[in-house]
């Protein structure tokens, strides 16, 4: 029976991932906390490819800094309404069993 409760619940801090979101979200700092180590090196090699095209091009560096910065609002406001899951699928509430 205990098994079955810690599956629903994360062992993440909420606030914590709010804050990798909101300081180093295109790092994908968050994402790495939560587990989600693919879609957290996806995040950097997106933001220093993006980088690169800033160097190229300075209109589409913008538009890949954008798309790199809509994903991370996407993450940051999932956090915010705890709907944001960590590797296992469970959402990071905050809220722990005692």
Do not use: P
């Not at 993006?50 to 790199?68: E, N, Q």
């Amino acid at each position: 029976m205990m098994e079955e409760n810690n599956e629903k619940v994360s062992q993440k801090n909420w606030l914590t991932a709010l804050v990798l979101c909101w300081f180093f979200g295109l790092l994908g700092l968050h994402r790495f906390y939560a587990g989600k180590i693919g879609s957290a090196f996806l995040m950097i090699y997106g933001t220093v490819c993006a980088l690169c095209i800033l160097a190229l091009d300075v209109y589409f560096g913008a538009i890949a800094f954008v798309v790199m910065g809509g994903i991370v609002v996407n993450d940051f406001v999932l956090i915010l309404t705890k709907k944001f899951k960590d590797c296992r699928g469970v959402e990071i509430t905050g809220e722990k069993l005692k």
